[in-house]
């Protein structure tokens, strides 16, 4: 496998044929996106262009782009019948995926929607229960800039890619890690409609947790400050569940929004900060993973990680790049796609950290 991370500004120094290259790009930067695969597409006409929108990039090399509006590129080298490609509209009721191999998937999806932890659950079913990776979209304004994913030369917004890899060629390993722990009292959602809820416990969401955390103010949700663990089921514990972050309140409703669907009888609880030496050691499991020179890495952050942590972001950025030993490449998400825990299932979380490490399987003959 051949690696080369590179952005707009130096697609001259790409001194292989690659089969794929990943782009991460703002929103804006669709015209830009389009004129290089064109250029690309000329040179090396079999090459498969994939990409996904981002509301900023992640890049090791300086190590973190910050307000920078280069799109990155990450040109693979892969071997032929290696990976396959699957673009989906999130209309569809199930996913109809290959049997025919046994695949780890990286799946980029535009937007969030109803059906896409489903979706989720599915692709681990039917593809054998490999590993799976990923995230929504991000923009860098929610309110005028519309989130895409980019295939072979066109943008959606209403899709889901999912990049099928064989396992017997190429490795997928990795973790998500978040900050937080559940602290407090259990609220169950008693009125909901999609992703607000207007009631826990029979009363009206907002004036509830405002009785816990104070005034809620649209500084704390564009900070991010108020995560909850959602738990959907009595089979799992909080610690265990994925982060929701607000996205709105409504003060006449007395209601809030959440970055997911929520239910009624699901159970929220709210999620407070680790401390600095439990953070630290969390964010160490990601120096477990092998560090082999032929592998890349992609980073899905949240944007609340980004705007939650701040300057503190960059260190961990930093400590990153020192112990991994390979590129790494990503983006701030809206959602990130990755198991908790080794060997476990993914499921889609918020303000979370998300790493995938591609290798090539060792000993292949």
């Known amino acids: ?204 969401a907002l004036k509830v947790l405002e009785e816990v955390v104070g005034c809620i103010t649209a500084q704390n949700i564009q900070s991010f400050d108020f995560p909850f663990f959602l738990k959907r089921s009595d089979m799992v514990s909080f610690d265990e569940s994925p982060l929701s972050s607000i996205k709105t309140i409504d003060k006449v409703t007395g209601s809030i929004s959440l970055y997911r669907y929520v239910k009624e009888h699901d159970k929220l609880k709210l999620a407070i900060p680790l401390s600095s030496k439990e953070q630290e050691d969390r964010l160490k499991q990601f120096h477990k993973f092998h560090k082999r020179e032929d592998s890349i890495a992609f980073l899905f952050n949240c944007v609340g990680i980004k705007a939650y942590l701040g300057m503190m972001e960059f260190v961990y950025l930093m400590d990153l790049k020192y112990n991994l030993k390979m590129p790494f490449v990503g983006f701030h998400s809206f959602g990130e796609i990755g198991p908790i825990e080794i060997n476990q299932k993914s499921i889609l979380h918020n303000q979370t950290i998300s790493l995938a490490i591609l290798s090539p399987v060792k000993d292949r003959v």
């Open 1 to 204: 496998m051949k690696i080369k991370v590179l952005t707009c500004d130096d697609m001259d120094r790409l001194d292989f044929e690659p089969t794929l290259i990943v782009c991460f790009y703002q929103s804006n930067k669709q015209k830009q996106v389009l004129n290089h695969y064109a250029m690309l597409k000329k040179q090396y006409p079999k090459i498969d262009m994939i990409g996904c929108s981002s509301e900023s990039n992640i890049y090791d090399q300086i190590p973190y782009i910050e307000g920078d509006s280069r799109c990155l590129f990450m040109c693979l080298k892969l071997e032929k019948d290696a990976y396959r490609l699957e673009l989906r509209n999130n209309t569809e009721e199930r996913l109809r995926l290959p049997k025919d191999k046994s695949y780890n998937t990286i799946m980029f999806s535009s937007q969030y929607f109803e059906k896409i932890e489903n979706w989720i659950n599915d692709i681990q079913d039917e593809l054998g229960g490999y590993n799976l990776f990923g995230a929504i979209a991000g923009v860098s304004d929610v309110l005028t800039d519309t989130a895409t994913v980019f295939y072979n030369g066109k943008f959606y917004d209403e899709h889901v890619l999912l990049w099928l890899i064989d396992v017997t060629y190429y490795r997928l390993d990795g973790l998500s890690v978040h900050q937080f722990q559940p602290v407090g009292f259990e609220f169950i959602v008693t009125k909901s409609f999609k992703d607000t809820i207007y009631e826990l416990d029979h009363r009206p």
